[in-house]
């Protein structure tokens, strides 16, 4: 039995509902959706072709160039894909950018192979405003609190262990320091944007009326902006702040940012690449804050971290590197936090160690 297009755009994204993306990969790059695999039904050469057909001949001879551009073995070998992805996700649905010409032609496709597959109406224009005003209006109508403390308390360990939290640095694939990035880079800021959408969503539909809990974090995660509308709650929100002693904020440093760091770099590139990519990683994150440090703590922080580097290398010998995070986070971060800190417009509703804080917010919805 066929199942019928859809527009329930709240259920897709609720049960991660598998599509298929038949827009050219330029457009997939610029933003797509969670759940979602792209399948074209043109490359982007062949959708430029059809482009400036369409506008110097109409849309006939638009159609009738993107048949022949996509036919007989071209067109066969893009079926096959288009039926193993129905095959593998009986449940999902295909879109293009309106809903329009592209994944008609690919339904039409499909039916005529066999496979009744339905189709997103409204398609990615209608799905991405659909996200846009959830997330307006959930920035808007929500309860939030906001989970702040010094660079190093560990907020995002105990963030992801509360529940009713979303992980705005997990989403951008960002640790949020100048020292954050991540081998495998960050999504473009609209996936970004619909990937934090669809999270509010849930804890919205799942918890209706409960304050949802983020991680203090400035105007950019990385490259990834948190929306306007939601930064500007941020600010006004409760504070939940975390305390931690300076060593206990080294070693956390040290395991975030040297271990699994490296660990990260090393399972990309392979060991001796890996080190060589952390190496620069961390000389280059350094270097973007030489101005903020000054050129004497600038120098003196890079000498410590050359030297950690050089020993870590040449004996795996990793302790080095705890003296300069202790300076930096002693001499840069926390002056920097307490700054940020007397901008917050919200009241601080309970401070406390991270233990403390995670039995209060569980008596505390």
């Known amino acids: 039995m066929s199942r019928p297009d859809t527009q329930d755009f709240t259920r897709l994204f609720l049960t991660d509902t598998p599509m298929m993306d038949t827009r050219a990969p330029l457009e997939f790059k610029k933003g797509a959706f969670p759940h979602t695999v792209s399948l074209p039904l043109m490359t982007d050469a062949e959708r430029a072709k059809v482009g400036t057909c369409y506008k110097q001949q109409g849309q006939d001879a638009a159609i009738v160039l993107g048949h022949q551009l996509v036919g007989g073995k071209v067109k066969q070998q893009r079926l096959e894909q288009w039926l193993e992805f129905a095959r593998q996700h009986p449940d999902g649905y295909l879109y293009c950018f309106r809903g329009g010409l592209r994944s008609q032609i690919v339904q039409q496709w499909l039916k005529e192979a066999g496979c009744d597959y339905p189709r997103i109406t409204g398609g990615y224009k209608a799905m991405r405003r659909f996200l846009i005003d959830t997330l307006e209006r959930i920035a808007a109508d929500g309860q939030f609190r906001v989970l702040a403390g010094h660079t190093g308390c560990a907020k995002t360990d105990l963030l992801n262990a509360l529940p009713h939290s979303i992980d705005l640095e997990g989403i951008a694939h960002h640790r949020g320091s100048t020292f954050g990035k991540r081998p495998a880079g960050q999504p473009s800021q609209i996936d970004f944007e619909n990937k934090l959408a669809v999270a509010l969503l849930r804890q919205d539909h799942a918890h209706p009326g409960r304050r949802i809990l983020l991680e203090d974090e400035s105007m950019l995660i990385g490259r990834c902006?948190?929306?306007?509308?939601?930064?500007?709650?941020?600010?006004?929100?409760?504070?939940?702040?975390?305390?931690?002693?300076?060593?206990?904020r080294v070693e956390h440093s040290f395991r975030n940012y040297i271990l699994h760091k490296l660990q990260e770099w090393q399972q990309a590139e392979g060991e001796e690449a890996g080190f060589a990519a952390f190496r620069d990683d961390l000389t280059k994150s350094l270097q973007k804050i030489q101005r903020r440090l000054g050129g004497v703590r600038y120098q003196q922080l890079d000498d410590l971290l050359q030297q950690a580097l050089n020993?870590?290398?040449?004996?795996?010998?990793n302790s080095l590197h705890r003296e300069w995070i202790r300076i930096m986070l002693s001499d840069y971060y926390d002056p920097m936090y307490e700054y940020q800190l007397t901008q917050k417009k919200g009241p601080v509703e309970f401070r406390g160690s991270a233990a403390e804080i995670n039995d209060y917010l569980k008596n505390n919805e």
Do not use: N
């Not at 409760?238 to 305390?243: R, W």
């Not at 020993?311 to 010998?317: F, I, K, R, S, V």
């Open 225 to 248: 902006a948190i929306p306007e509308c939601l930064r500007l709650r941020m600010l006004a929100a409760p504070l939940i702040i975390v305390e931690a002693s300076l060593e206990q």
């Open 311 to 317: 020993e870590h290398e040449q004996t795996g010998d």
